[in-house]
């Protein structure tokens, strides 16, 4: 039991990243109909901010300013950080290849993916960077917490999974109670009839991108403070958040969450009950499943084509 | 689309033949062709029959050898000839098939990781190669539709994330095969060594010669890519190859025409598959060993870029990528040849934005002005902020750009984020500013090349690769030799 509640955790925690980014995932391709590759990329350069900022701030066992500031400076860097690289992105890769083939954009997108990560691990090195996080304040963030049974729950599990559940809460008050959100969901329903509406699709597929983007950057952090991260990290992490959108239905926000919750869930019960070796190999075969029984995921809906 | 009208429509005189759509009949002439004198060349070059090229390829490639005997060149030889047929078999899924298969070079892996078990002394089998390499083959083809199957009723991404996936896991199975409940049948990170050479009716084709490469692979590559081109190419020809391109065209038009379309799509995938495993298996018989990490999603982007640079669809186009890029990135491992190649690649940049006039006159005099004006103010500050090379290209350019003794590694990390920035601003700055610009980022860019990508030929190859990725999308997505069709709506 305590080793369940342990692993259960860590699938929160984990799975809690993973849902970050499949909304940035889900997000675009709801709007652009991408599967946007270079998505796991700008989450490395995320983390890779977040370090940047924390040796910016003094380094975390002496940092200048209260550890609950720090916390939110690095994340808030690599949030912005990262809108900034996912507008970039948008502007010069994938807006020239609007009207082209479906097949064009995916490639730039390969493109970016492989270009972001070779630049960093260019400028920084190989590798890995540990943000150290069991020295923030003496390592306090650890051992204070609460207890379940056996079970130490340490702080900065709670502040990662809450975190990442209150950024979900404003996604979603933005996407479906203010005026852009209502001009996503339309662009994401018919972008050419939002577009003959007078509906902006360019500056909505910005916003989009600074939405995606944003999340991005902060699961990066979350992620760097639980592992060390490095330069080639993005493309697996990219991989798994597009899993979990692909499992919970791509195009849908609560969609996003379960399926990241799930695939950290699975990662993280194999891993504890029977080998991380194998890991991959339970989240491609619930993939596989997915796509044989229920292709739209658990909470999309079944496209209808209209020719 | 939009930016180019069709200068000139090729359409023959005569009518299509009896019992044929002339619309399926005259599905290939509905190109752009380019007008004037080159566009006349351009059509009798492509006049000429395809298996004319074939032959002159044949001997060009088989002269090599005789004409340069290092070890060295035969070996980039035989890697290149590798990288044209797996460039092939892409272009029957990618090209051909309109599918984005990113699981490719893990059937690839396929062939070499069967070969090795099969061929070596691991399990102790070793089959004739008449017998492993047609059996591999099929094995390649068959594991190909398995893959395919679960996408078979989803569009293009499904499909792309679902062999993504196949990739990642094969790497994983790979890695971690030492431990398959308790045997080792992959060797794990350490792969498989000892992997017999190629072997025809008892006689060994030995893989070194005197100390070199020998230079019986070479050919025997050679000669594969051959019969893999000419069996591809009546593939092609046939009445699948045309169903293969009507998928491309427009799914549903061919759905709705009655083709089956699932069936289709799966062979096309599993026909790539087949020839990435046969492949595999000659790449493994030559290096004699398989390891995990041949098959990282960085070769699948490698082939990638070979087969969009040379035009996807077509397949002198897709073997002409694959020659360009590998010994593009052969060349970006020697500082001394990048360097040339850069210089090279901006002057041909930079004449062919402006043509010849006067505008190219004015960028280039500021360029180099600007150059020599940066090198004497740095180097009158500090003497080791500016080093002079000795001899030689590099000598005479030591003069022009600086590059410091030492560098402090935030210099590098600034002046590429900055170069990325300037870079993309001079894509959208249009006039003075945009000439302006130019030579400041022209030289900023040779500075960065100098001092922070070429010290680090690994990401640098990469990055370039990525680079040109982006760069074909946007400016030629049809590639050298892919035709650009006249999109009739």
């Known amino acids: 039991m305590d080793t369940f509640i342990q692993l259960t955790v860590d699938a929160l925690t984990l799975g809690s990243v993973y849902a970050l980014v499949a909304l940035g995932y889900s997000l675009v391709y709801g709007v652009l109909k991408l599967l946007n590759f270079a998505h796991g990329d700008v989450f490395m350069v995320g983390s890779f901010i977040g370090y940047g900022a924390l040796h910016a701030l003094g380094g975390s066992a002496s940092p200048a300013v209260p550890v609950w500031l720090l916390l939110v400076l690095i994340t808030g860097a690599a949030m912005a950080g990262c809108a900034v690289l996912g507008v970039v992105i948008e502007r010069f890769a994938y807006r020239p290849l609007r009207n082209a083939p479906r097949i064009a954009p995916l490639i730039s997108a390969l493109g970016v993916s492989f270009f972001l990560a070779n630049s960093m691990q260019l400028l920084f090195g190989a590798q890995q960077r540990d943000y150290q996080s069991y020295a923030l304040s003496g390592g ?31 996604l ?40 995606g983007s944003a999340l991005a950057g902060a699961a990066g952090v979350m992620f760097g403070l639980r592992v060390p991260t490095f330069a080639a990290v993005g493309f697996t992490i990219g991989l798994k958040g597009f899993t979990a959108a692909v499992i919970g239905g791509i195009g849908s926000i609560p969609g996003a969450m379960v399926g990241g919750l799930l695939l950290g869930g699975a990662e993280s019960y194999t891993a504890g ?15 596989i499943a997915f796509m044989i029984f229920r292709p739209q995921g658990l909470l999309g809906r079944a496209d209808i084509r209209k020719v | 689309m939009t930016d180019s009208t069709p200068r000139d429509l090729h359409i023959p005189a005569e009518g299509p033949a009896v019992g044929q759509d ?86 690839y892996g396929v062939g070499a ?10 399990f102790g089998m070793h089959l004739p190669t008449i017998v492993a390499v047609p059996a591999i083959t099929i094995v390649g083809a068959l594991v190909g539709l398995l893959v395919g199957l679960p996408s078979r009723r989803l569009s293009g991404d499904y499909l792309a994330i679902v062999t993504l996936f196949f990739l990642e896991l094969f790497e994983t199975v790979a890695t971690n095969g030492n431990q398959i409940f308790g045997h080792d049948i992959t060797g794990g990170a350490n792969g498989i060594l000892g992997v017999d050479p190629l072997s025809f009716f008892g006689h060994q084709l030995a893989v070194q010669h005197n100390g070199i490469f020998a230079v019986s692979y070479y050919y025997v590559a050679v000669a594969l890519f051959l019969v893999v081109f000419v069996a591809l190419r009546f593939v092609n020809l046939s009445r699948v190859g045309r169903a293969w391109r009507s998928l491309r065209e427009d799914p549903l038009a061919a759905e709705v025409m009655g083709m089956p379309v699932n069936w289709l799509k799966l062979t096309a995938f599993a026909t790539g598959a087949a020839v990435a495993a046969l492949t595999g298996t000659l790449a493994t018989a030559l290096s004699a060993s398989v390891f995990p990490l041949n098959f990282s999603p960085v070769v699948l982007i490698t082939v990638y870029a070979m087969v969009i640079l040379g035009g996807s669809g077509s397949q002198a186009g897709v073997a002409l990528g694959a020659v360009l890029v590998n010994v593009l990135l052969q060349l970006l491992q020697n500082p001394d040849q990048a360097r040339v190649l850069f210089y090279l690649l901006v002057v041909v940049g930079v004449i062919t934005a402006f043509r010849w006039s006067r505008t190219l ?6 360029t180099v002005a600007l150059g020599f004006a940066v090198h004497a103010v740095v180097s009158s500050i500090d003497k080791t902020w500016a080093t002079i090379g000795h001899s030689g290209f590099s000598g005479v350019l030591s003069h022009w750009v600086v590059v410091p003794g030492a560098l402090a590694p935030w210099v590098g990390q600034v002046s590429y984020g900055v ?40 990401p640098t190859r990469y990055i370039v690769l990525g680079l040109l990725l982006i760069v074909l999308m946007i400016a030629r997505p049809n590639g050298l030799l892919g035709e650009r069709r006249v999109e009739i709506v």
């Open chain 2, 361 to 366: 006159a004015v960028v280039s005099a500021a």
């Open chain 2, 113 to 122: 990781y069967t070969y090795a078990i099969f061929d070596s002394d691991k």
């Open chain 1, 172 to 211: 979603w008050f933005l996407v479906n109670k203010t005026r852009t959100g209502k001009a996503m969901r339309a662009t994401s329903f018919d972008g050419e009839a939002a577009a003959m509406m007078g509906i902006n699709v360019d500056r909505v597929i910005v916003f989009t991108f600074i939405l």
């Open chain 1, 140 to 170: 306090s963030l650890y051992f204070r917490g609460f207890d379940i049974g056996a079970v130490h729950v340490p702080l900065l599990r709670i502040i990662t999974i809450v975190s990442a559940l209150v950024l979900m809460v404003v």
């Open chain 2, 419 to 458: 170069l990325i920035a300037a870079a993309l601003a001079v894509t959208q700055l249009r006039g003075v500013p945009r000439l302006v610009a130019l030579p400041p980022t022209i030289y900023l860019a040779a500075f960065v090349w100098e001092n922070v990508m070429l010290p680090n030929p690994g």
């Open chain 1, 273 to 287: 009950y029977w080998t991380t070796a194998w890991s991959d190999l339970v989240v491609f075969t619930i993939l």
């Open chain 2, 22 to 107: 002339e619309w399926v009949a005259r599905h290939t002439e509905r190109r752009l062709v380019r007008g004037g004198r080159l566009g006349v060349v351009e059509q009798r070059l492509r006049a000429a029959p395809w298996w004319a090229w074939l032959v002159l390829f044949a001997a060009a490639a088989s002269l090599i050898p005789v004409v340069e005997s290092s070890g060295y060149v035969r070996r980039v030889g035989f890697d290149t000839v590798i990288f044209m047929l797996l460039a092939l078999g892409l272009n029957v899924v990618v090209g051909w098939g309109g599918l984005l298969d990113l699981g490719y070079i893990a059937f």
